[in-house]
């Protein structure tokens, strides 16, 4: 009975240690995350009374991933992945954040810190 419990104890333990999906092929680094999605925020930053087509937002995307040596898919499996990290996606937004802080405004940068407010409500 008592090696049946090690026994799963063992693959208990080894199974909660990885990771819930298989790392992707083409993993973007944290720092490759933190700087993508930087420059979303960035752009979406764009006032609302603008008019942009969807083909203009899926071209300035398409650009972004261009500009950092991706694609749409690379960055979306990269996503999923760290997102299933909870500790790995807090610290690439602790570090988007921080990359915010000396590109936006006093203004734009109290709106980020109310958006962030009210997602933490809604969780």
Known sequence: MKSVFFLFSFFFVVFSCQHALDKPKNLLSKSEMTDILTDIYL?????????????????????????????????????????TDGNSMQHIFDNVIKNLEKKLTKEQLLQLKDEEKDNAQKK
């Open 43 to 83: 752009y979406k930053q764009t006032p609302d009374n603008i008019p942009m087509s969807k083909e203009i937002a899926f071209d300035t995307y398409i650009t972004i991933f261009k500009k950092h040596n991706t694609t749409k898919e690379i960055f979306q499996d990269s996503y999923t992945y760290y997102y």
